[in-house]
Structures are given as structure tokens and as C-alpha cells.
């Protein structure tokens, strides 16, 4: 390959830059001093000095940004008192920051039962556990709790090993599944799973994934980013079945059913996956810890393709963006693990924090916060079709619902993607009262809560428009 030619997924490999290709954002560049310099207050710069030095320092959360002091809403507050739009959230603010609903909620349960000691039922989870096996697709009705998505994926792991007698799970290159062990060996990132933490788990296969508009298989797509199927033929889920047929003897094959970057899966992907499973004895193990309740328009991603997994993760905004909470909802069958105890968890069957997953689940269904996904994120895919016609920067647009992606390019032509352009409209952005995450370096992802008005989701496309259309510095 030319060294002056960028590489299948568009990177141009004379500049490796393994941490602007990770899914999570750094922006460590000389533009976040810059911005920094402009922008903090005495307050903020003092927390983040505090911050920097009682923190273990780690790729993507320290060292920060910015130190906020306030959450409101679709809002965070600095401590300058500069408000800004979260369009990131960490894909926990479904219902917005600071729910008074689910705040009360949480403080009567605290005051009732705070804590329910191993070896006690408690009504909380008892009723979150109900409800989320009536709203899970299909017949997925047995759960186990845990404190974190990464637990959450790892506890599903143990159950896909133990119905199967067998111990490989195939996963995503590219994809993040958790910092955990386990978690962090189906990720397939460089940043998670590589370096002096390794070696991780042994059997964790990985895949190329979808991902149509950059297809690793070297398969081209129209200009809206759509894949030609009748002539790729869906190699990308052809070699899912290819690996499980030469292993054999893989667990589980364990996947985001809408990748965050975001991508999209083809049409017929998670049909032909799903039954490769089937033939070959493999479990399908949906991670819909960012997707989940109703991010992507459906209240699980995986509606959109009717495909049911056999075992459903979910997490990040089942706490209501305020307490952590994550579940694993398996099919009842799966229930083999009786004689072990995978999810042995202290806040297991936390009564707080399994009424605020529940309370976030009714205000979700009470406040038609799906529906409004599903409208304000057709509504904003629009405008994005629309700015790509007119802003030549714009490589492709896409996603559904409420997980948005914009992927900024050097050129149409190669594809080449341009992360200082992706950090220079962040902090353009920033300036202008947005906030959100560049992914892969160069894919602005615009991630809101469901709350979102179409007013407020018109803003920060305006400030998008603007920042883009003023070019690369
Ligand atoms: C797809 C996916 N799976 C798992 C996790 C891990 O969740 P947690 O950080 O709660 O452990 C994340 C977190 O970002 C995620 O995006």
C-alpha cells in the first residue's frame, strides 16, 4: 500500500493515530489548550489541577475538559457559569439531567428500604425485574442486575458459556463493551484491550464489522452511504458465519446492534447473523447498554431489524443518569446457572437503584420519550442531508433516532477523514453553547436526551452548520 494512500477505513497511515480512532474522544491536541486558555475560569482551571493530580491518569477521562457544575435538563453548567447543550451525556441522560420525577422517586425509596442485605426480596426489584421482561423484545424474561454495563456483558459471557459448554465469544473490531477483564477482551479497540494490561481473556475471536460507508470488506456504497447489496452480498455478515463455521465451537457471537460510531447495520445483517447463530450453535448476545430504551426511535435498537437476541444487555440510562444500574435479560431457558453465582454483586438487587431504573422506564413510556426520539431524529437526519449537500466537509450523515453521526472528510473522494476539522468544530461548537463526542477522531455524534425539543435539536444543528461551514482554521 502507498504510504500516501489511506488505508481501507480511510486512515492515512503515515500519521497513526490510535487514540483519535478510538470510539471515545481524547482531544489532546494543542486546540483543547487553546480553548482551555480562553475559556476557563480560576475555579475551573483550580478544579482541574485537583482533579489531575488525585486521579490515576487514563486515556479519555483524565486528564479533563472542563469542570461543570450543574445538570439540568438537556444543559450542563461550567463553573464560569456557561451553559451548554449535552449532546454526548455519556448515553445516560435519556430523560434529562435531574428528573424531579425520578428524583423524588429515589429520595421516597431511600427514606422506605435504602438497601435490601443479601438473602432478602425487596418489591423495587422485584417490580423492575417485571417490567423489563414485559418490554423486552421477544420472550427475554429472566435477569440478573449489576452496577455497570462492563459487569453487565461479563455476567452474560458466564450464561453463554454455561448453556453452550463452550468458552470463544466473537465480537466487533472497533466496538467497546466495558473496562472489565472480560469486557475489555471483546472490545476491539487498541486503547481497551491492548498495552501492559494484557493478555485478557483467552477465546475472544473479533470480526471486521459493518459499517457500509467505510465497508472494511473494500465494498462500495451509493452516495447516500447505502450499501449495494446485489453486489457486496452482505460479506460482512457472510464472514461472521465464516469464523463461527471454523471455530466451531464459539459461546456467543456479542454486538452492539447499531455501533455508537454510529453505523448502521444493512439491511438483512442481523437476520443472516442471527440464523448463522442458529446453525452453529452460537448464542447472540445484544449489548444495547448505549441503544437501549428508546435511543435509537425503537425502545431497543435491535426492533428496528426484528431480530430477538438470546440474551439483551442493557445499562448507562437505565439509572436515570443518576444512579448506575445495568441488566442482563436473558431467555428462560438460560437460567443454568443456579449452582454458581455470575452476578454475585453487592448492589445486586439494590432497592435505590432499581426504583430509579424503574421510575426512568415509566417516565420514558409516560412522557412518549421513544416517539419523540423517533421524530426529532428523522426531523435531524433531514437537516443533516440537507447540510451535506451543502457543505462539502460532510463525508456522510446517518444514524436513527437520537444516536446522529456526522463523518467529517479531507475529500469525498478518498474518504480520508479529517479529525482537525472533526476538534475544530467541537470547540467551535463549545463556544457556542454544544456540546458532544467525536468518534473515530472524525465523526461528530450527536447523542441528545429524548427529551429533546425539535426547537432545541434546530439550535445545535445551526451551531453545527455554522462551525463546519467556517472550514479548517
Ligand atoms: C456498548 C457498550 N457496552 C458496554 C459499556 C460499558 O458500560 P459501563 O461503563 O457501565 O461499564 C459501554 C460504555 O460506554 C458501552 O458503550
Same mark, same amino acid.
Given at each position: 500500500m502507498s504510504p500516501t494512500k489511506p488505508d481501507l +477505513?480511510?486512515?492515512?497511515? %503515515?500519521?497513526?493515530h490510535p487514540v483519535s480512532e478510538s470510539?471515545?474522544?481524547?482531544?489532546?491536541?494543542d486546540r483543547r489548550a487553546h480553548w482551555q486558555s480562553q475559556n476557563l475560569d480560576a475555579r475551573g482551571r483550580k478544579l482541574l489541577e485537583r482533579d489531575g493530580r488525585a486521579f490515576l491518569h487514563q486515556s479519555v477521562?483524565?486528564?479533563?475538559?472542563n469542570a461543570i457544575v450543574k445538570a439540568q435538563g438537556v444543559w450542563i453548567e461550567d463553573t464560569a457559569g456557561r451553559r451548554y447543550m449535552d449532546f454526548h451525556g455519556n448515553n445516560v441522560h435519556h430523560i434529562g439531567y435531574g428528573h424531579p420525577r425520578l428524583k423524588r422517586a429515589i429520595a421516597e425509596q431511600m427514606d422506605q428500604l435504602p438497601f435490601a442485605p443479601r438473602r432478602y426480596a425487596c418489591e423495587a426489584a422485584l417490580e423492575l425485574a417485571e417490567k423489563l421482561a414485559a418490554i423486552?423484545?421477544?420472550? +427475554?424474561e429472566k435477569l440478573l442486575f449489576t452496577t455497570g454495563g462492563s459487569d453487565a456483558v461479563e455476567v452474560a459471557v458466564k450464561i453463554a458459556r454455561t448453556a453452550t459448554g463452550r468458552f470463544k465469544t466473537l465480537s466487533f473490531w472497533d466496538a467497546f463493551h466495558g473496562a472489565g477483564f472480560g469486557a475489555a477482551s471483546l472490545s476491539g479497540e487498541a486503547l481497551f484491550?491492548?498495552?501492559?494490561?494484557?493478555?485478557?481473556?483467552?477465546?475472544?475471536q473479533h470480526v471486521a464489522p459493518f459499517g457500509? *460507508?467505510?465497508c472494511p470488506y473494500g465494498h462500495p456504497c451509493d452516495q447516500?452511504?447505502?450499501?449495494?447489496l446485489d453486489r457486496c452480498h452482505l460479506a460482512c455478515a457472510d464472514m461472521v458465519e465464516y469464523v463461527l463455521a471454523r471455530e466451531g465451537d464459539v459461546a456467543a457471537v456479542i454486538c452492539?446492534?447499531?455501533?455508537?460510531?454510529p453505523y448502521l447495520p444493512p439491511p438483512g445483517y442481523w437476520r443472516r447473523v442471527r440464523e448463522a447463530c442458529d446453525r452453529h450453535g452460537a448464542l447472540l448476545i445484544f449489548?444495547?447498554?448505549?441503544?437501549? +430504551?428508546?435511543?435509537?426511535? %425503537?425502545?431497543?435498537?435491535c426492533e428496528h431489524d426484528d431480530v430477538v437476541p438470546d440474551i439483551l444487555v442493557l445499562g448507562k440510562a437505565l439509572g436515570g443518569g443518576i444512579l448506575p444500574i445495568a441488566a442482563v435479560i436473558a431467555r428462560a431457558? +438460560?437460567?443454568?446457572?443456579?449452582?454458581?453465582?455470575?452476578?454475585? *454483586?453487592?448492589?445486586?438487587?439494590n432497592p435505590v437503584t432499581s426504583r430509579a431504573a424503574l421510575t426512568t422506564i415509566e417516565i420514558i413510556e409516560d412522557e412518549g420519550l421513544v416517539e419523540n426520539a423517533a421524530e426529532v431524529g428523522a426531523a435531524a437526519l433531514e437537516r443533516l442531508c440537507d447540510m451535506k449537500q451543502k457543505l462539502t466537509a460532510i463525508g456522510d450523515v446517518r444514524g436513527r433516532g437520537l444516536l446522529l453521526g456526522i463523518d467529517l472528510v479531507k475529500s469525498r473522494d478518498t474518504k480520508e477523514p479529517d479529525p482537525a476539522l472533526a476538534e475544530t468544530v467541537l470547540y467551535r461548537a463549545l463556544d457556542r453553547g454544544l456540546s458532544f463526542k467525536t468518534t473515530m477522531g472524525n465523526v461528530l455524534t450527536l447523542t441528545p436526551?429524548?427529551?429533546?425539543t425539535r426547537q432545541e435539536m434546530a439550535r445545535a444543528l445551526d451551531i453545527i452548520e455554522e462551525a463546519i461551514g467556517e472550514g479548517s482554521e
Open positions: +477505513l480511510g486512515r492515512d497511515n %503515515r500519521e497513526p470510539e471515545s474522544d481524547t482531544n489532546l491536541t477521562s483524565t486528564p479533563c475538559l423486552a423484545p421477544g420472550r +427475554l484491550r491492548s498495552g501492559p494490561a494484557a493478555p485478557l481473556v483467552a477465546g475472544a457500509c *460507508y467505510r447516500d452511504g447505502r450499501p449495494f452492539e446492534p447499531a455501533r455508537a460510531v449489548d444495547e447498554i448505549p441503544t437501549g +430504551l428508546g435511543k435509537t426511535g %425503537r425502545m431497543f435498537a431457558d +438460560l437460567d443454568v446457572g443456579g449452582d454458581w453465582a455470575f452476578g454475585h *454483586y453487592t448492589h445486586e438487587k436526551p429524548l427529551t429533546i
